[in-house]
């Protein structure tokens, strides 16, 4: 049986890569996608994935990367959805150019990517398009505007594709990643204890909602670490995460260091 196909959009060091390693650790043949390829050399070679230059923002690049795609390797099983940008500021400083390119980047380039992909599924009958989120998808923090309205955009599209591709066979399912992702930067002993979503676990998570059986398909999964994480730089983040209400009914005071889940 010949081997499936998984598309990674928006491809760097950190989840995007293990999304690859997961990919091909299944046996699938991996592309990967990101403006700068030249960053993908070595991750390529460690996957034995195909590498593809695309600005999901620009009009056409998506739908021309699934064409090189479908014409190197074939029509699409798995696309994630990985790309993203932001700028943060206070609102009345922020520059409505880096807020366009936000919105362009994060919840457009998902439009794209997504109607790209859905068209050379749909004749087939199956497939899968994933969306990577963020704490942003679900609350929006005091000066990140631009980041919550895409987050909201990519939210929002996701469960409308996922009600009339599902049926088509299909299948959407947007991430709420809702919490820091480890990086080696980071004291490592943080990483033993938990305290980051372990980017290869995210990945993990992705891929057996991937897997799932149709008459149970998953449309939304949030991930957070057990434990809460509080700024040590920060002396009120304990007293903040003492006044927290019950998940789902956060007061606007928490932020993205102390979620309150």
Same mark, same amino acid.
């Given at each position: 049986?010949?081997?499936?196909?998984?598309?990674?959009?928006?491809?760097?060091?950190?989840?995007?890569?293990?999304?690859?390693?997961?990919?091909?650790?299944?046996?699938?043949?991996?592309?990967?996608?990101?403006?700068?390829?030249?960053?993908?050399?070595?991750?390529?070679?460690?996957?034995?994935?195909k590498?593809?230059?695309?600005?999901?923002?620009?009009?056409?690049?998506?739908?021309?990367?699934?064409?090189?795609?479908?014409t190197?390797?074939?029509?699409?099983?798995?696309?994630?959805?990985?790309?993203?940008?932001?700028?943060?500021?206070?609102?009345?400083?922020?520059?409505?150019?880096?807020v366009?390119k936000?919105?362009?980047?994060?919840?457009?380039?998902?439009?794209?990517t997504?109607?790209a992909?859905?068209?050379?599924?749909?004749?087939?009958?199956?497939?899968?398009?994933?969306?990577?989120?963020?704490?942003?998808s679900?609350?929006?923090?005091a000066?990140? @505007?631009?980041?919550? $309205?895409?987050?909201?955009?990519?939210?929002?599209? /996701?469960? +409308?594709?996922?009600? !009339? %591709?599902? #049926?088509?066979?299909?299948?959407?399912?947007?991430?709420v990643?809702?919490g820091?992702?480890?990086?080696?930067?980071?004291?490592?002993?943080?990483?033993a204890?938990?305290?980051w979503?372990?980017?290869?676990?995210i @990945?993990?998570?992705? $891929?057996?909602?991937?897997?799932?059986?149709?008459? /149970?398909? +998953?449309?939304?999964? !949030? %991930?957070? #670490?057990?434990?809460?994480?509080?700024?040590?730089?920060?002396p009120?983040?304990?007293?903040?995460?003492?006044?927290?209400?019950?998940?789902?009914?956060r007061?606007?005071?928490?932020s993205?260091?102390?979620?309150? @889940?």
């Amino acid at each position: 049986m010949p081997a499936e196909i998984a598309v990674i959009v928006g491809v760097g060091s950190g989840l995007s890569a293990s999304l690859a390693r997961a990919a091909a650790k299944s046996g699938m043949k991996v592309a990967l996608a990101a403006r700068q390829v030249e960053k993908l050399t070595d991750l390529a070679k460690e996957t034995g994935a195909k590498t593809y230059a695309c600005d999901v923002a620009a009009e056409g690049q998506a739908e021309s990367l699934m064409t090189k795609v479908e014409t190197d390797l074939g029509i699409p099983h798995l696309v994630v959805f990985n790309a993203g940008y932001r700028t943060r500021g206070p609102f009345l400083d922020l520059d409505p150019k880096e807020v366009e390119k936000t919105l362009l980047v994060s919840a457009y380039g998902g439009f794209l990517t997504g109607q790209a992909a859905a068209k050379r599924m749909a004749p087939r009958g199956s497939g899968a398009i994933f969306f990577t989120g963020a704490s942003a998808s679900v609350k929006a923090y005091a000066q990140s @505007a631009p980041f919550a $309205m895409a987050k909201f955009a990519l939210r929002g599209l /996701a469960q +409308s594709m996922a009600r !009339e %591709l599902q #049926p088509k066979g299909i299948h959407i399912a947007h991430f709420v990643i809702d919490g820091g992702i480890f990086s080696e930067r980071y004291p490592k002993e943080e990483k033993a204890a938990d305290k980051w979503l372990d980017p290869d676990a995210i @990945a993990q998570t992705y $891929m057996d909602t991937y897997r799932q059986q149709r008459s /149970a398909w +998953s449309t939304e999964i !949030e %991930l957070r #670490p057990w434990v809460k994480i509080s700024s040590s730089k920060d002396p009120r983040a304990t007293a903040r995460g003492r006044r927290c209400r019950p998940r789902f009914h956060r007061p606007s005071s928490c932020s993205w260091q102390n979620p309150c @889940a």
